[in-house]
């Protein structure tokens, strides 16, 4: 819901951007508040189309508040009247089952990246029988840090034949020839 206008949205977490079908953002945008920042998008078949601008606004699922930049495209360019992008999973879970999509909004703390983990685990050191090399050998344990702190001066040239650049687009392989490419690095 777009205030109280309803809005059939597809929910596309592989889509980068948030989009809005023209004739739907006239319902819910005035033309005044849309921003004349224009991008090329790019889909399938290489297909493009440039969006006519942009805009934040709020709406809400699940009875749950969001906010999203909506960018506009031409009516006939986007079957749905929105497309819901990945910015959604910065705000909230979605959660697909048989019978629909859930929307779990995040509460005000980060859920992600809170993990942390501590090795406690003692290093076993009862083979060692001389007392003073068993608290030398673990008091270095205890203080280790890894610092990486090797550097070269060396530089790797390759010479070709001439200076002209050669480039070749990847290409798909057939099953047959893609096993004798890994015969091959193997």
Wanted: charged residues 25%; aromatic residues 6%; hydrophobic residues 35%.
């Amino acid at each position: 819901m777009f205030g109280n206008k309803r809005v059939t949205a597809l929910i596309d977490t592989g889509n980068t951007v948030s989009l809005l079908r023209e004739n739907t953002s006239r319902r819910i945008i005035g033309p005044t508040k849309l921003a004349k920042n224009k991008i090329l998008l790019t889909g399938i078949g290489e297909a493009q189309v440039t969006t006519i601008g942009s805009s934040e606004k709020e709406f809400q699922m699940d009875k749950e508040d969001y906010s999203l930049t909506w960018h506009v495209v031409p009516t006939a360019k986007l079957q749905f009247g929105a497309v819901i992008g990945s910015g959604i999973l910065e705000q909230a879970s979605v959660n697909f089952m048989k019978n629909g999509v859930n929307f779990v909004k995040y509460e005000n703390q980060a859920l992600l990246m809170q993990i942390s983990a501590e090795n406690n685990e003692e290093v076993e050191l009862t083979h060692i029988r001389d007392l003073k090399v068993k608290t030398e050998l673990k008091k270095l344990i205890e203080n280790y840090k890894p610092h990486k702190t090797e550097t070269t001066n060396v530089t790797m040239r390759i010479i070709l034949k001439d200076n002209e650049p050669i480039c070749q687009s990847p290409r798909r392989l057939a099953f047959t020839e893609k096993e004798k490419v890994n015969k091959q690095i193997e």
